[in-house]
C-alpha cells in the first residue's frame, strides 16, 4: 500500500465512523443533514490545519523572550529551530551546537549582502563529507534578546537552503542549555 493510499484510507475512515455513528441513531432525515454538514465542515476544518501546519505554525509561539533569556521549543524534528535576523535579513536556522561555525546559504549571504572576507576558499569537514566554502563576517546576527557582532559565517552553495547557527555564536552567550524540551540562551551583556 503507497503512502498516499495510506493517507486517503485514513481520511476515508475519519469520515465514515462519525457518519456511520449519527446514521445508527436514526434520527429525523433533516437533522441527519445538518449534522452530517456539520462533520463534513469538522473534518474539513481538521484537514486544513493539518494540513498547513507549517504554514500557521506561527500561530504558535516557539520562541519567546522572558527577561534576558531567550527561550526556544523544541520541533517535531526534535532540532532547534530559531528565527534569526542577520544584518537585517529575517531567516529560520538550525541550532546546531555540533556545527563549529555560524554557516548560512547562499540566498542568504546575497540577500544579507555578505561578500567574501577572502578570495581563497576553505575547505571544511562536514557530516557530508568535505566542502569548500568563502568565509565573511555579519555585523550583527540576533536571535531574541541575544546579539553577536562581527560574527564569523561560512558560506557555500553546497548548504543547499538551510542555514545554522554554529559554537562560535553559542560560545558568546554567559549560558545556553536544554530545560524540558526548551533552548535556553541567556545573553553575556545586554545590548
Given amino acids: 500500500m503507497t503512502d ?3 493517507e486517503f484510507a485514513l481520511y476515508a475512515l ?3 465512523l462519525p457518519l456511520a455513528a449519527l446514521i445508527a441513531r436514526r434520527p ?3 437533522r441527519t443533514l445538518v449534522l452530517i454538514l456539520a462533520w463534513i465542515g469538522i473534518f474539513a476544518i481538521g484537514l486544513l490545519v493539518v494540513g498547513q501546519r507549517d504554514r500557521i505554525g506561527g500561530l504558535w509561539r516557539d520562541q519567546a523572550v522572558e527577561g534576558r533569556e531567550t527561550r526556544i521549543r523544541m520541533a ?3 532540532h532547534f529551530w530559531a528565527d534569526v535576523t542577520i544584518d537585517g535579513v529575517s531567516r529560520r536556522m538550525l541550532i546546531d551546537s555540533g556545527a563549529t561555525t555560524t554557516a548560512i546559504s547562499q ?4 540577500a544579507a549582502g555578505l561578500e567574501g572576507d577572502s578570495p581563497f576558499p576553505v575547505i571544511l569537514n562536514t557530516a557530508d563529507g568535505q566542502v569548500t566554502a568563502r568565509t565573511a563576517t555579519a555585523e550583527r546576527v ?3 534578546s541575544v546579539t553577536a557582532r562581527d560574527l564569523p559565517v561560512v558560506m557555500s552553495p553546497a548548504f543547499g537552503e538551510t542555514d545554522v547557527i554554529g559554537m562560535n555564536f553559542l560560545s ?3 549560558s545556553w542549555r536544554v530545560e524540558d524540551r526548551t533552548l535556553i540562551l541567556t545573553p553575556s551583556t545586554p545590548d
Avoid at 540566498?107 to 546575497?110: G, I, K, Q, W
Wanted: hydrophobic fraction near 45%.
Fill in 4 to 6: 498516499r493510499t495510506a
Fill in 14 to 16: 475519519m469520515l465514515i
Fill in 172 to 174: 558568546r552567550l554567559a
Fill in 142 to 144: 540576533v536571535i531574541g
Fill in 76 to 78: 517535531q524534528d526534535g
Fill in 107 to 110: 540566498s542568504t549571504a546575497r
Fill in 28 to 30: 429525523p432525515l433533516g
